[in-house]
Nanobody, 120 residues
Framework: QVQLVESGGDLVQAGGSLRLSCAAS????????MAWYRQAPGKQRDLVAT???????NYADSVKGRFTIFRDSAKNTVYLQMNSLRPEDTAVYFC??????????????WGQGTQVTVSS
């Protein structure tokens, strides 16, 4: 009974910026970690960035120095700030969350995806 809702995807020119957001709602104790994945047409879904409840972040090599993941714990929301966008960043971006619903229950959830298109 947890939902992840992404927003912020858009059409943007190369070199531009976008900020994606993902809000978790429902009944749970804590969010242990959140992440962003992306999937381009005909390709597998790849990890973009992760952030833990302790604030530890990790990034795919392809986005290091350009993207920043950060969270607002009070709002149960994670963001992905994307700068210096390139056409190869074009993909559907998916939010992921590792959530503790009870002291002995952990579950994973996916958002519905938001489209990011970067034109040359």
């Amino acid at each position: 009974q947890v939902q992840l809702v992404e927003s912020g995807g858009d059409l943007v020119q190369a070199g531009g910026s976008l900020r994606l957001s993902c809000a978790a709602s429902g009944s749970f104790l804590t969010i242990l970690a959140m992440a962003w994945y992306r999937q381009a047409p005909g390709k597998q879904r790849d990890l973009v960035a992760t952030v833990t409840s302790g604030g530890t972040t990790n990034y795919a090599d392809s986005v290091k120095g350009r993207f920043t993941i950060f969270r607002d714990s009070a709002k149960n929301t994670v963001y992905l700030q994307m700068n210096s966008l390139r056409p190869e960043d074009t993909a559907v971006y998916f939010c992921y969350a590792d959530i503790r619903r009870s002291i002995w229950s952990r579950d994973n959830y996916w958002g519905q995806g938001t489209q990011v298109t970067v034109s040359s």
